[in-house]
């Protein structure tokens, strides 16, 4: 049974970081590309960034770009989002998602095959 699992959200101070891990089983995870996405209240889900199958190209939204680090560790089919100057328009839910591809790279667009419950991220004083 495929499983993704999102960990690490929490409520937090402006400027302070958190670590989102999004643990994968039931598939192949090499052969799948990930994403990271939120979701704020009342807006549409947007990606925040993503990861090729090796790891080799990334992409993220300019709004996180400089802030947040996105890994992936393929022996323990985990990947991560480190995000680090947190600002309250960073709240959101927090999803991970993976693509099945061939191809070097990775996607921000919504069309991934499976999607995490998602975790919660507040950014508050």
């Not at 959200?9 to 939120?38: D, K, M």
Request: charged fraction near 15%.
């Amino acid at each position: 049974q495929l499983q993704l699992v999102e960990s690490g959200g929490g409520l937090v101070q402006p400027g302070r970081s958190l670590r989102l891990s999004c643990a994968a089983s039931g598939f192949t995870f090499e052969n799948y590309a990930i994403g990271w996405f939120r979701q704020a209240p009342g807006k549409e889900r947007e990606g925040v960034s993503c990861i090729s199958r090796s790891g080799a190209w990334i992409n993220y939204a300019d709004s996180v770009k400089g802030r947040f680090t996105i890994s992936r560790d393929n022996g323990k089919n985990t990947v991560y989002l480190q995000m680090n100057s947190l600002k309250p328009e960073d709240t959101a839910v927090y999803y991970c998602a993976v693509v099945y591809t061939n191809q070097p790279r990775c996607t921000m667009s919504p069309l991934h095959d499976y999607w995490g419950q998602g975790t919660q991220v507040t950014v508050s004083s």
